[in-house]
């Protein structure tokens, strides 16, 4: 069984930081690319951000600047870092198996069971 699993989130103020881990097995770490959605309360889920294999990186333009992904390859993880985090960034958040493209994270696959993220004003 393939499963993902998210770590972190929480409560926190605007302006504050958070950081969401997701580990994954090592054969999926090594050779996939690993995204990062998220679902707010009456919204879609949409991509926050990507990153491949080799490090290349997508982020949704409304992150671009406070969020960063990076691989933890001693861990098993890809963690997002959150800062200067806003309301509207309040949603679950999910990791999952992708494709990577430059300009989006494509046909998710294996999911976490993702992560509460809640920004207050």
């Known amino acids: 069984q393939v499963q993902l699993v998210e770590s972190g989130g929480g409560l926190v103020q605007a302006g504050g930081s958070l950081r969401l881990s997701c580990t994954v097995p090592?054969?999926?770490?090594?050779?996939?690319?690993i995204g990062w959605f998220r679902q707010a309360p009456g919204k879609g889920r949409e991509a926050v951000s990507c990153?491949?294999?080799?490090?290349?990186?997508y982020y949704t333009e409304s992150v671009k600047g406070r969020f960063t992904i990076s691989r933890d390859v001693a861990n098993n993880a890809v963690t997002l870092q959150m800062n200067s985090l806003k309301p509207e960034d309040t949603a679950v958040y999910y990791c999952?198996?992708?494709?990577?493209?430059?300009?989006?994270?494509?046909?998710?696959?294996?999911w976490g069971q993702g992560a509460q993220v809640t920004v207050s004003a």
């Open positions: 999952a198996t992708v494709r990577f493209e430059a300009y989006g994270c494509y046909d998710p696959d294996y």
């Open positions: 090592e054969f999926l770490l090594d050779y996939h690319s």
């Open positions: 990153i491949s294999s080799s490090d290349s990186a």
